[in-house]
Structure formats: structure tokens, C-alpha cells
């Protein structure tokens, strides 16, 4: 306590008063100066007896290539819309699965390419055409480019693509390629077990079409927008990665577990991409691609040596203010009148938060408007917002209104998209707009005109924090009807790819399907191109943004609850951190009655997220519009729990740097136990938290990892966990409980605001040994400083 107190005397803003209660056992014992043991946790790492054999070799090859294919390891072949008859399958050089009538690649894949010798850094084809009738591309090429100890890539590219090839001397992989059929595998250097091959499967490329595969595993798979990737021996999983209205943020990376380590996969792409996932962890890729298709490997060997090392360090730093509360308002109107007639319904809110948008829409109605008055009465509202300390976030959509100046501006760059040789125009909120290119060579002067633009509207109430929305780019106009040219792809990307522009609208030549999921990164760049020093939420990223996502068109219901969930979490382990999801869904689809207990539950998750913010459409549901009674105070309450645990998120995003909401397997990686687990995870280091992610639960069952031994209640304090042979816990629920541990020798910080003065409370779990010796540690960062580590 000493420390503390010391600091306090510099910091005015602290006060600190520990409070002892049964609960909350408080420090009271001065420890030895600075060197109080940082204690880390032994896992005891059990002998690993049920891991099967690599793949190659589980199943007969009795012939240079067999039909006798196990089920698990089959990849279709040819289209798969029809009833496949033995003689189909057969022409185009496939196995004939009489079953299922589908058509499979036999073992090695007749569609390969090879090496035949000699100096030649090119692989040719095996056979003329695909099995979708194409010619297949002569030449190809494969680059080994190898980052650094850690990460490599595998870069399938055209002849013509010069790309990075570096060496890396002393390096924690072996890469071995085969040229003859051509093949890669890479291996762990110390324990040579395999961590990608890609010999299982077909590798088949016409012009920007290519099919290919990879193993990472046959253990345990993680990843594809999801935390463990479960599937029995007769599902397979297929995937669509192409950002739309109902999935904008899922990137194609895997996280895979093999004999206790683990490693990591990112495909490197651009356009459509197709990802199955057959029961045996076969990962099969089909994918439209401009000049090339890259999976990068990391090493790990732990869950967060992955993301670390796949984020190549790229750690942005958060700020309290983006930790605090986030509100919006979502809807259709797109008129000045009624955003304001929206706004000043609603009653003077009544709980803090950080920032406000006003309404998401109001850029594209300032576009629209003409009358004065109107905008007048937005800027003098947004000022009043900026008075009482809030900040005003601005939602920036992508659409341009068609007819307005910035329209003007940009045809005259020729910045739009093109359908034929007319600007595309196609429907948000039923406007008519179009939609700019951001890769386009004159880009930069049309942001320039459009940040201009802004500032014109907000003059000295214009913003820092934005919010780049809707940028996948949603279009309501258009619907995707003709699968039939693409019949080499499955019926998923017909829904994936509605809604969003079409496909082959196109800029400077290119179809804008093969740069489709770079469109909200692309504008994210080059908005913080002009506006360097603002800070930027979007919902359509990739592997270059560090920005926080927002998730949007989430409807309330129990399913997506437990799905927002994991969103949440696949994110945290892909490397994305800071993701939201609105809090109690933003459709119109919402029933303050029917979805209390829902929307109260949803609540306590928000506030242990790494970004809480509510914003949707009508009815809305924020506290103060849930009313005074139990429903709104329940919100309140979730509310004034996350900020009294903010200081402790803090400390986990920018001192600990790692992710704030996690999945168990990032903490317990040796526990197969914790793998499945999306009901409960992990809040930093020390804190465990549990929802019910089914209706009318009265209990919940929660899994306490054996490796700790004791784990205490938050609220009560009583002990659990390994001691007691309690790691499967139930407990009685609490519709307004956030249900939460604290691990054994850690410390949390609980800070509450007592009439403008921070009290911290420390909640300490001491770890004691059976001399009762006991400890803990924690730290708690204030500002970019640390008020106190180690404990
Ligand atoms: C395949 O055959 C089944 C049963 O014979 C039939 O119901 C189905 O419509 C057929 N599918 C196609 C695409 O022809
Ligand atoms: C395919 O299965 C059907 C019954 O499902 C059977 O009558 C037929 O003989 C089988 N054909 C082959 C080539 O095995
Ligand atoms: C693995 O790589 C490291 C360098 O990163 C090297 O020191 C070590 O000797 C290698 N181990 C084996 C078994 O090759
Ligand atoms: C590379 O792979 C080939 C084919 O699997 C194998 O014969 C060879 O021994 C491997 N080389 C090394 C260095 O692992
Ligand atoms: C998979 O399919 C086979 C054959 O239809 C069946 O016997 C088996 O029970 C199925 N397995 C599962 C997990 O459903
Ligand atoms: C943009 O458009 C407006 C209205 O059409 C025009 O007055 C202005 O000069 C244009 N600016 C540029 C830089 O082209
Ligand atoms: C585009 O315009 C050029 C000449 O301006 C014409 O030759 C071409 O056919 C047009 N293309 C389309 C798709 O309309
Ligand atoms: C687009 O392609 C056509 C023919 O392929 C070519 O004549 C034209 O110059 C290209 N335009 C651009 C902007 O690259
Ligand atoms: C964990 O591994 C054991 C074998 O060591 C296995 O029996 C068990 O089913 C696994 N649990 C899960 C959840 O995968
Ligand atoms: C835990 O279980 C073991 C074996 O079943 C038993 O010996 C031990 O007494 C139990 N401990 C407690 C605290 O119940």
C-alpha cells in the first residue's frame, strides 16, 4: 500500500482507500522493496499418447495415384451442383464417389505441376485443362520468401510477379520442396513434426482462378471466424471470405495445435476466396486472385507468440477514451429533419460515455440538405455534445449521393467504379450512389476533397474520432443471380456475394472482385492518409489495419449472442483485438420485454469486451432509453462495472499488450478441456467470465482450468478450482450477475468514482503455498504510466 500512497501524493486525481471486507482479501503486508516474486504459473504438461500419425500414410497408396481416397481427405472435384455420373468424373481425371455422387481428387491429385529439372525457377502443368473445362495456366511459379526466424511465406504467383524471396540463415522451421509433383511442407526445427504440407490436395490455376490445399494439423484447428473448428467425420465446413453485409470482418487465418504447440496461418489475399475445411483439418482453398496467393506460416509455439508474431509487433496503443462507452444511432431516415427530431427525443442521457455520433446517417443527409436552419440546429447540438466533454465520432460511409459536388469532383478524376463505360450506380438508404475506387492513381486528391468537404459542414465542431461504416461496401441494390459462371465456386457465394457491389463492376480495368476484400482497409488508409492525426473504427478490414472493427447488422437473439461472442474472441486470437459488436444487436428487430433478459446478459458481456458500444436502429437501447426500471438499471450497473475495471483492461492492452478478451485455449494452451469453450473466457491474465448463451438458464456450468488450483468467486470470494476437485463448477444464475473469477495469485483493480475522486480498490487472490506463504501480482496502468508493478 506504501507504493501506492507515495504515488498518490503526485497523482491528485488518486486516492486510494483499501477496504478490507471477507470478500476482498486487501495486501496488508509491506513486501520486501521491489522484490516481491513475479509468480508464473507451471503448467504441468501431461504426456501427449492421442495424437495420430501425419497424414500421409493413414490411408493405402497402392498405386502412384489411388482412388481409395480416406473419406475424411476427400476434396471434390469438378462442379458439384449436379449428380456426378462415374463416366463425368472419370473425364475429367477424378474418383467417382457413388455415395454422395460427387466427383473426388484421387491421392496425389492428378492436377499438379512439376519441375522437370535443370535451372528453371517454373513448374509446368500436368494436364491442359481444369476440371472445369478451362485451360490451366503453363507456367506457374513458387517463391519461398522467408521473413524472418519465425515467419515464412509460401508465395504461388505468375511467371511475370517478381516478389520478396529472402533467406534466413537460423530459423525455427526447415522448408522442403518438392518439385516433382511440386509440393511444400515446412517443419518445426526442433521437434521435425510437419506444420504445413500441401501435398494432399490438387493444385489447379487458370487464369485468375486457383484451387489448393494445406494441412496444418489433424489435431486440433482454430480459426475461420470461429475458436475451435469442430467438425465430425461426415461434415465438412465451408467458408466464404468476401466481405458483405453479414460477415465483413472475418479474415482467413488458422491457428492449429499439434503435440502441445502451436502455429499459425494466414492466406494473403485480396479477392474471392473459398475455404472448406474437410474432417480430417484438410484446409482446401479456391480463390480468384489477381497475380497471387500467399500463406504465411508462424511458428509460435504458443497461442500468443502467434498473433505476435503474424502481427509482425504492429501493436497500436489504445487510449482510455476508446476503452469508455460508445453510442449511435442507426436507421434509415437520411433527412436533416428527421435525424434532429430523433436526436432531441432523446432524453438527456443519463450515464457516462465517452463518445457520440449523433446518427449514422448524418454525413449522407448533410449531403442532400439545403436548408441552413437545419444545419445549423446539427452543429449547435454537436457543440453541446462537445461541451459536456464528449466527443462527437463521425460515421463516414464510402457512398458518395449521387449529384452532389464530391460527385462532381470525382467523376472528373474518374474515381468510380464503372459498369461498362458508365459510372455504376447502386442504393444505400434508398440514395442513389456511387462508389470510389481506393486504389485508384488519383485517390489522393479525392480524399483531400472530401476531408474538405467535412470541414466545410462541421467547421470547428469537426471531429478526430471516426467511424468508417458500411464499408465492405454495402449496396442494397444489387443481388448475385448468375452462379452460373461460377459454378467452380459453391452455392455459399451466392448470398456472399449480394448486397455488396457487384462483382464485376470495375476500375482501371480490374474487376472489383479481385480487390473486393481490401475496399475498408484501402479507405481506412487513405482517409488516415489526410487525416493523420485522428483515430478511426471500421468494419471492413485486413491484415494491414490495426484499427478497432465494428460489427454491424447483428439482430438480438440468443444465437448471435453466443456468435458475438465469438466473433469476439476469433479476432482476438486473429490479431484484431479491439472488435465490437453493438451491444443488444442494432436492427429494428427488438422488444424491450421479450429480450430483457437477453439484452441485461448482453450488457455484461459488453462490459467485459474490448470495445463497448451501442448503436442501432429503432427502438433504441441504451440505458436511458430501457427506462428507470430494473431493465435500465441492470444497463447502468454493466456499465459502471466496465468503468470500474477499465484501468485493469488498460493495463492488459497496453502494458501486457495482448488481447483483452480471449479465448481459454490462449491461456490454457496445454488444456484440451478449454478448447471448445466460447460460454466463457478469459479478461486479461487473472480474470475469468462466463455467460449463458441459452435461454431461461437458472444455472451455469463453468470450466475452471486444473492448472490453477484455486479460483475465487469475484463478487463472493469463495474458492473453487483444482483444490477442491471443483474444476466443473455450476452455480445458481443472477439474471443482472456477470459471473467472473480471479485466478490465484492475481490482482485486479477496482476503481470507482466517488464524487470526482478515483477510488482504487485492489482485489487481491492471494496464491499461497503450504507454509501459507502468500502473493500476488498485478499492475495497473494510468495514462501510458504504471502506477504500480511489480506488485
Ligand atoms: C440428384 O438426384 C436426386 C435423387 O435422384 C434428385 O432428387 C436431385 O434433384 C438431383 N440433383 C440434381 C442437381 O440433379
Ligand atoms: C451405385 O449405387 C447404387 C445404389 O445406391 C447401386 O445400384 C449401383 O450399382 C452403384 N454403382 C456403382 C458403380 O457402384
Ligand atoms: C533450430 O533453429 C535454431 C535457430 O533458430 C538453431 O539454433 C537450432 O540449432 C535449430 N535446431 C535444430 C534441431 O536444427
Ligand atoms: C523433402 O521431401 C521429400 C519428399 O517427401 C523427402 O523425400 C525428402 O527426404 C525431404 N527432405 C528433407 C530434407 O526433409
Ligand atoms: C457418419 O456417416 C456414417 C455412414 O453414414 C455413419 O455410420 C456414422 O455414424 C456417421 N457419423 C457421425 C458422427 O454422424
Ligand atoms: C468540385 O466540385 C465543385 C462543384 O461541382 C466545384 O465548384 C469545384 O471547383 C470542384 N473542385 C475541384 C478541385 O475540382
Ligand atoms: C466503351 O466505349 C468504347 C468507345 O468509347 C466502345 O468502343 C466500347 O464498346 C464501349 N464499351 C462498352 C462495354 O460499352
Ligand atoms: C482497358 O483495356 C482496354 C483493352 O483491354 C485498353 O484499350 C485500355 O487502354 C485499358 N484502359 C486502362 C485505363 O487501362
Ligand atoms: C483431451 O485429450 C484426451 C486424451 O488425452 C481425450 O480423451 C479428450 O477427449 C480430449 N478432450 C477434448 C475436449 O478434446
Ligand atoms: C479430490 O479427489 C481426490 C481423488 O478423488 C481425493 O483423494 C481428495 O480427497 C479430493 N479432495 C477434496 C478436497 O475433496
Known amino acids: 500500500m506504501e507504493f501506492i500512497l507515495e504515488q498518490n501524493e503526485i497523482r491528485e486525481d488518486y486516492k486510494v482507500k483499501p477496504k478490507a471486507s471477507p470478500v476482498i482479501i486487501i495486501w496488508r503486508k509491506k513486501p520486501t522493496k521491489g522484490l516481491l516474486t513475479l509468480f508464473v504459473f507451471a503448467i504441468v504438461v501431461p504426456v501427449l499418447v492421442y495424437f495420430f500419425i501425419f497424414d500421409k500414410g493413414t490411408f493405402p497408396v497402392e498405386d502412384a495415384n489411388t482412388c481409395s481416397v480416406d473419406k475424411k481427405y476427400r476434396i471434390t472435384c469438378g462442379i458439384t451442383d449436379i449428380n456426378a455420373t462415374y463416366d463425368y468424373c472419370t473425364n475429367i481425371k477424378c474418383c467417382f464417389d457413388n455415395a454422395t455422387r460427387l466427383c473426388y ?19 509446368d502443368r500436368s494436364l491442359e485443362k481444369s476440371p472445369f473445362g478451362q485451360d490451366l495456366t503453363k507456367e506457374i511459379s513458387l517463391t519461398i520468401n522467408e521473413i524472418d526466424e519465425n515467419n515464412v511465406q509460401i508465395i ?37 513434426d510437419i506444420l504445413l504440407t500441401t501435398a494432399d490436395g490438387p493444385l489447379i490455376v487458370s487464369g485468375n482462378f486457383r484451387e489448393w490445399s494445406f494441412q496444418l494439423t489433424d489435431q486440433y484447428l482454430f480459426g475461420l471466424g470461429q475458436v475451435l473448428i469442430d467438425l465430425d467425420e461426415n461434415s465438412t465446413l465451408t467458408k466464404v471470405i468476401y466481405a458483405n453485409n453479414n460477415d465483413h470482418n472475418t479474415l482467413p487465418l488458422f491457428m492449429a495445435h499439434k503435440n ?56 497500436g496503443t489504445i487510449d482510455m477514451k476508446t476503452l469508455g462507452v460508445h453510442i449511435c444511432r442507426e436507421g434509415t431516415v437520411t433527412t436533416l429533419k428527421d435525424i434532429l427530431s430523433d436526436y432531441s427525443q432523446e432524453k438527456s442521457i443519463d450515464f457516462p460515455y465517452e463518445s457520440d455520433c449523433f446518427h449514422d446517417n448524418l454525413v449522407t443527409a448533410l449531403r442532400k440538405e439545403k436548408s441552413e436552419q437545419n444545419i445549423e440546429n446539427v452543429l449547435e447540438k454537436i457543440k453541446s455534445l462537445t461541451d459536456s466533454g464528449h466527443s462527437f465520432m463521425l460515421s463516414v460511409p464510402p457512398h458518395i449521393v449521387f449529384g452532389s459536388a464530391l460527385y462532381d469532383n470525382g467523376t472528373q478524376l474518374g474515381i468510380f467504379y464503372k459498369s461498362g463505360n458508365k459510372t455504376y450506380k447502386g442504393q444505400y438508404l434508398k440514395n442513389t450512389v456511387v462508389f470510389p475506387f481506393f486504389k485508384h492513381t488519383s485517390i489522393d486528391s479525392f480524399v483531400q476533397l472530401l476531408v474538405e468537404e467535412l470541414k466545410g459542414y462541421f467547421k470547428d465542431t469537426f471531429p478526430r474520432d471516426f467511424i468508417l461504416n458500411n464499408n465492405w461496401p454495402k449496396d442494397d441494390s444489387f443481388v448475385f443471380e448468375n452462379y452460373e459462371n461460377f459454378r467452380f465456386f459453391s452455392k455459399e457465394i451466392i448470398d456472399a456475394m449480394s448486397y455488396t457491389l457487384p462483382w464485376d463492376v470495375s476500375s482501371e480495368n480490374q474487376s472489383q472482385i479481385l480487390d473486393h476484400n481490401d475496399y475498408g482497409a484501402l479507405q481506412t488508409q487513405k482517409f488516415l492518409g489526410v487525416l493523420t492525426e485522428s483515430s478511426v473504427m471500421t468494419a471492413a478490414h485486413n491484415f494491414e489495419t490495426t484499427q478497432p472493427l465494428i460489427i454491424q447488422n447483428v439482430a438480438i437473439s440468443w444465437v448471435n449472442f453466443k456468435k458475438s461472442i465469438t466473433q469476439i474472441l476469433y479476432n482476438s486470437i486473429a490479431g484484431s483485438p479491439m472488435t465490437s459488436v453493438p451491444v443488444c444487436g442494432s436492427t429494428s428487430d427488438f422488444d424491450a420485454s421479450a429480450h430483457e433478459a437477453l439484452c441485461t446478459r448482453w450488457y455484461l458481456m459488453g462490459a467485459t469486451a ?119 463448477v455450476t452455480l445458481t444464475l443472477v439474471d443482472t450477475d456477470l459471473v467472473a473469477f480471479v485466478k490465484e495469485g492475481g490482482i485486479i483493480p477496482w476503481v470507482t468514482d466517488n464524487q470526482g475522486t478515483k477510488l482504487v480498490q485492489l482485489k487481491v487472490a492471494l496464491k499461497c503455498d503450504s507454509d501459507n506463504n502468500c502473493d500476488a501480482e498485478g499492475s495497473m496502468m494510468v495514462g501510458l504510466e504504471s502506477l504500480w508493478r511489480p506488485w
Open 105 to 123: 481428387h484421387y491421392l496425389p491429385s492428378k492436377y499438379f505441376y512439376y519441375n522437370k529439372g535443370g535451372n528453371s525457377q517454373t513448374y
Open 156 to 192: 504461388l504467383h505468375d511467371t511475370a510477379v517478381t516478389v520478396d524471396s529472402n533467406q534466413v540463415l537460423d530459423k525455427n522451421y526447415k522448408v522442403n520442396v518438392s518439385n516433382n509433383p511440386l509440393f511444400v511442407e515446412i517443419s518445426r526445427n526442433t521437434s521435425g
Open 260 to 315: 502441445g504447440q502451436y502455429h499459425g496461418l494466414v492466406v494473403r489475399h485480396s479477392g474471392l476466396l473459398e475455404i472448406t475445411i474437410l474432417p480430417s483439418k484438410l484446409v482446401s482453398l479456391k480463390s480468384l486472385e489477381r497475380e497471387k496467393i500467399v500463406l504465411e506460416l508462424s511458428v509460435g509455439p504458443t497461442p500468443h507468440d502467434v498473433i505476435t508474431q503474424q502481427r509482425k509487433g504492429k501493436w
Open 610 to 728: 474490448p470495445i463497448f458500444r451501442i448503436s442501432s436502429d429503432l427502438p433504441r437501447r441504451d440505458p436511458t432509453s430501457l427506462g428507470p426500471g430494473a431493465f435500465g438499471q441492470a444497463a447502468r450497473r454493466a456499465i459502471e462495472v466496465r468503468y470500474s475495471l477499465l484501468y485493469y483492461y488498460n493495463t492488459v492492452l497496453n502494458q501486457d499488450k495482448e488481447p483483452l478478451m480471449r479465448p481459454m485455449f490462449y491461456d490454457f494452451p496445454t488444456d484440451n478441456d478449454t478448447f471448445p469453450l466460447v460460454d466463457q473466457y478469459m479478461v486479461g491474465r487473472h480474470l475469468l467470465v462466463a455467460h449463458p448463451t441459452l435461454p431461461d438458464r437458472t444455472q451455469i456450468t463453468i470450466y475452471l482450468p486444473k492448472a490453477v488450483k484455486v479460483w475465487y468467486e469475484f463478487w463472493g470470494g469463495e474458492a473453487f478450482g483444482a483444490w477442491s476437485n471443483k474444476t466443473w
